[in-house]
């Protein structure tokens, strides 16, 4: 049986938003800083129990956080303002069984998740603004004019699931497996703003919808051994996600949005040599989406669409090799195609199909070095270095705002027992400038930062 628990709090100034191309050098650009706090807690417990036919194992799970802040938003004069509170709370149970045999391998199981949010984000002006000063139309709007969306989201989650693998010869798996799920999610909605209902940055509205739906996701698949050494697989799985909400300044009167799902096709070789002091991993992936729910962010509105028709297909390889007692390189290559085959986007009301989805770099690549050497006793002396290197990207789904291609450093030292470890750590090693964020809001292209050269310590131990 294992028991934990967690709990974190932090409180700062956040939505450290500055012009994209001069972040670095000027700094944000908010004139009255954003100060947010945030809690984060849970707790598990997880229970094995060994039989005659396999093992049998619960996880029970609870998580909260609470959340707030306000403060103004990304102006280098006092005008425009925002806040926000968040209450969250999720309950999860997870049985599973699962068992080995000559013949056949076998897992079963259920899961349920029970989740309420409770929501408020809020946008506004601090000094009161004469009539026609945002667009011709505008009324006058008085200091201290504030907008703001609450909402209140139950969700609810239940799934079976179980897999098969038949040990057909003794170098031939065949595997099979599905989930059979069920999704229900409803969501007391309102938005307004101080002048009742007049409303600039989303539609004023009140409404309760509902959704739900069943979901059957089936998994088929092989593995043969080539060599006692080198195995090769292909595998079909689809995936799915429910339908939800837009929770906060939707666009549109219709908040919603439909369930994903995916086709995933792959194959791939896997295999050691030289007694293991080398291992590697070659596969080929295509994902043909449905329906794929898509993020857009631009001033105040964040909005979850679906695009009808999306697909990517790429290759990764990965190699590793123990050059010396004790050290070993980690080196990997992938190339990605992901592109938005259908999506008219209903945020900004242009086509956008043929575009390359947010957030994907054609080319990545990592190289990583790991050295272990025991000191004395049970002590060892532990030092790694990784870099990751990614080409450039998108952040939205127009393609207009684009992230140059960066890589960044980090290492690690330390002292090791499997009791306790100290470790001294450098992310970012080079203070290489990147971005963790950028969007489009008043007519102008922010970012935020990426973290900066970063030192610390990492102290660890057991009970």
Not at 250 to 272: F, H, Q, W
Not at 293 to 320: C, D, M, T, W
């Amino acid at each position: 049986m294992e028991l934990s628990a967690d709990y974190s709090k932090d409180r700062g100034r956040k939505g450290a938003y500055g012009l994209f191309d001069k972040v670095w050098d000027e700094g944000v650009d908010q004139a009255v800083p954003f100060v947010d706090k945030t809690e984060n807690y849970g707790g598990a417990l997880k229970s094995t129990w060994h039989t005659d036919f396999g093992r049998l194992i619960s996880v029970t799970a609870w998580r909260g956080a609470k959340g707030g802040g306000g403060g103004g938003t990304y102006t280098p004069v006092a005008l425009q303002s925002a806040g926000y509170e968040r209450d969250y709370n999720q309950f999860t149970q997870e049985v599973r069984a699962n068992g080995e045999g000559d013949v056949f391998d076998w897992t079963l199981g259920g899961f349920l998740l029970s989740s309420k949010e409770k929501r408020f984000e809020a946008a506004g002006f601090f000094p009161a603004l004469p009539a026609n000063f945002l667009f011709p139309g505008q009324p006058a709007l008085p200091a201290n004019y504030v907008e703001g969306t609450h909402s209140d989201v139950s969700s609810l989650s239940t799934a079976v699931f179980g897999d098969l693998t038949w040990h057909a010869t003794d170098r031939l798996d065949l595997i099979a497996g599905a989930r059979l799920s069920y999704d229900r999610k409803a969501i007391d909605y309102e938005h307004g703003s101080t002048l009742g209902k007049v409303a600039f940055f989303a539609p004023a509205l009140t409404t309760s919808p509902a959704v739900d739906g069943f979901d059957v996701s089936p998994r088929i698949g092989l593995t043969y051994a080539v060599t006692d050494d080198i195995k090769a697989y292909a595998t079909i799985a689809r995936g799915y996600k429910p339908a939800g909400f837009n929770i906060s300044f939707a666009p549109t009167a219709d908040i919603g949005y439909g369930a994903e799902s995916a086709i995933n096709y792959e194959v791939g070789l896997k295999g050691e040599a030289l007694g293991g002091r080398v291992g590697y991993a070659l596969s080929a992936f295509y994902f043909d989406w449905r329906d794929q729910q898509v993020y857009s962010f631009e001033n105040h509105k964040l909005f979850i669409g679906n695009a009808p028709k999306s697909r990517s297909y790429g290759a990764e390889a990965e190699l590793n090799v123990e050059v010396a007692d004790g050290l070993r390189l980690y080196g990997g290559l992938g190339i990605l195609d992901a592109r938005f085959v259908s999506y008219p986007n209903a945020l900004s009301g242009t086509d956008e199909s043929g575009n390359w989805q947010p957030f994907a770099s054609k080319f990545s690549a990592s190289l990583s070095a790991e050295y272990k050497h025991r000191m004395t006793g049970d002590i060892d002396l532990v030092a790694r270095a990784d870099y990751d290197w990614r080409s450039s990207f998108f952040w939205d789904t127009a393609n207009r705002i684009r992230e140059p291609g960066y890589g960044i450093v980090n290492v690690r030292v330390g002292l090791e027992t499997e009791r306790w470890g100290l470790s001294l750590f450098a992310q970012n090693l080079f203070n290489q400038e990147y971005r963790v964020r950028a969007a489009t809001y008043s007519g102008r292209v922010l970012a935020i930062p990426g973290a900066p050269q970063t030192f610390g310590l990492i102290a660890r131990t057991s009970f």
